[in-house]
């Protein structure tokens, strides 16, 4: 069955409204401090426990589409993310809110399984395209999240928004029963087997080993700064309310206009050209935020260079490792998401722990430099990724 435009379009789709599960708490973590009396730095640890969920779901779950028929897969953990939803609107402690975004983030990790489907239903040289237009999708899905989170929290608070999304999880899992196609699955052993190939891949793939490494620290970046930016626009010179930092994240939407086109380019003769381009804008976007002060041209600059730079690195990789075992692309994407998500939880932690220690200027000068160590990182793969390309055995 190959995939038609609309089948790409809805995958597209569901695959935003689900990964806007991991970001909706991000503009709320002011409301949320407010409401059980903490700092706002300490209530924005649920921005990377839902990151730290996001991981662990993706190393426990993901690889069993490779077991399991993927649609069945995909509408039991749509339901476990509707409770988990539903978990964090009722709260009445900090600490079961916690509890509830570590299941949230580890139940909407079906983007991860859509991909996989597309990318074993899609032809090779339209893949990167497919990947790219679902790709899109995600990002003005965690676009918009941040922004629909920010006005409906400031407007009616933040558990409004955790019941909102709970309903929207619930007409999704309608859609995707009647419409998702069905998958074979292509590993016949047991659980314990299936994770012990990973290693496998992760020993024998220097490309898998490159991407991953590159999108933990990307995702590293992203992360922190969507998280510390929070901070920065709340306090002085600014002192913005949570409707107006929310608003900031409709800037980053021409990342996801760029997704298709990196997705083109991705499946080009020499991809990797498309990673060093999308870390120098993420340089250059630090530059911008650096020397914002009180204007607001820089800053805006900057979201758009990092979210088109994210989405260079992004896609890119996606695309190449799904190009290298077809029949073990759960999981390849498990290894290279969980790295990926686990870089974006650490960068959400050190992004609050810069601010509590110089405030913008240092966490600025702290990313800049995870940026550089990504560029060497890059060039020393370089000379590795080749040798292997010239004798892969």
Not at 79 to 99: G, K, N
Not at 164 to 188: V, Y
């Amino acid at each position: 069955m190959n995939l038609s435009r609309t089948d790409i379009l809805l995958m597209a789709f569901c695959t935003g409204l689900i990964v806007a599960n991991i970001y909706y708490c991000q503009p709320l973590v002011i409301l949320v401090a407010r409401e059980f009396g903490l700092t706002e730095s300490h209530a924005g640890k649920i921005s990377y426990l839902t990151q730290a969920g996001y991981a662990l779901g993706l190393f426990l779950i993901v690889p069993l589409g490779d077991m399991f028929e993927r649609r069945k897969q995909i509408l039991i953990i749509t339901s476990l993310a509707v409770a988990s939803l539903l978990l964090a609107a009722l709260s009445q402690t900090f600490l079961l809110l916690q509890i509830a975004c570590v299941l949230i983030g580890a139940s909407s990790i079906i983007p991860q399984l859509i991909l996989p489907m597309a990318a074993n239903l899609s032809s090779d040289e339209k893949r990167g395209s497919t990947i790219g237009i679902i790709m899109s999708g995600l990002l003005i899905g965690i676009l918009a999240s941040r922004s629909i989170s920010g006005s409906i929290g400031f407007l009616w608070g933040w558990r409004t928004m955790y019941f909102i999304a709970a309903g929207i999880c619930l007409l999704l899992l309608l859609l995707m029963a009647r419409r998702f196609p069905r998958s074979k699955p292509t590993f016949e052993g047991n659980y314990s087997a299936l994770m012990l190939s990973m290693w496998h891949y992760i020993k024998t793939q220097p490309v898998l080993r490159e991407a991953s490494i590159i999108n933990f620290l990307a995702f590293a970046i992203l992360s922190a700064f969507w998280t510390t930016m929070v901070l920065f626009l709340a306090n002085p010179p600014f002192s913005f309310q949570t409707l107006q930092i929310g608003l900031f994240g409709i800037a980053g939407a021409a990342g996801a206009l760029a997704a298709p086109l990196v997705g083109k380019l991705s499946s080009g003769k020499n991809p990797r050209r498309n990673l060093l381009t999308g870390l120098i804008l993420q340089l250059v976007s630090i530059a911008a935020f650096y020397f914002t002060g009180s204007h607001l041209y820089f800053f805006i600059a900057g979201i758009i260079l990092i979210d088109i730079g994210q989405q260079a690195i992004h896609v890119t990789n996606q695309t190449r490792i799904y190009t290298l075992v077809p029949e073990a692309r759960n999981r390849l994407n498990t290894i290279f998401m969980s790295v990926s998500f686990v870089g974006a939880s650490v960068g959400s932690a050190l992004g609050l722990w810069l601010w509590d220690r110089g405030q913008w200027p240092l966490f600025c000068l702290g990313i800049a430099l995870i940026v550089i160590s990504n560029i060497l990182i890059y060039h020393f793969y370089s000379h590795k990724i080749k040798r292997h390309a010239e004798s892969p055995d």
